[in-house]
């Protein structure tokens, strides 16, 4: 499967997830998440 090339991250806590809620589900904040680009994997990474 293949991984996702955006992440959503809270804005209020940092808190990282594969996809976009209301609610951070770190730190209960309301529509804090914002979309990013996922990081690229390490060199040599499996």
């Known amino acids: 499967m293949a991984r996702p ?3 959503h991250v809270c804005s209020a806590c940092g808190h990282g997830a594969a ?3 209301g609610r951070c589900p770190g730190c209960d ?3 804090t998440l914002v979309e990013e680009r996922a990081p690229a994997p390490a060199a ?3």
Do not use: L, Q
Request: proline content about 0%; cysteine-free; hydrophobic content about 50%.
């Open 5 to 7: 090339t955006t992440i």
């Open 19 to 21: 996809k976009w809620h």
């Open 29 to 31: 904040a309301w529509n």
């Open 44 to 46: 040599g990474a499996a």
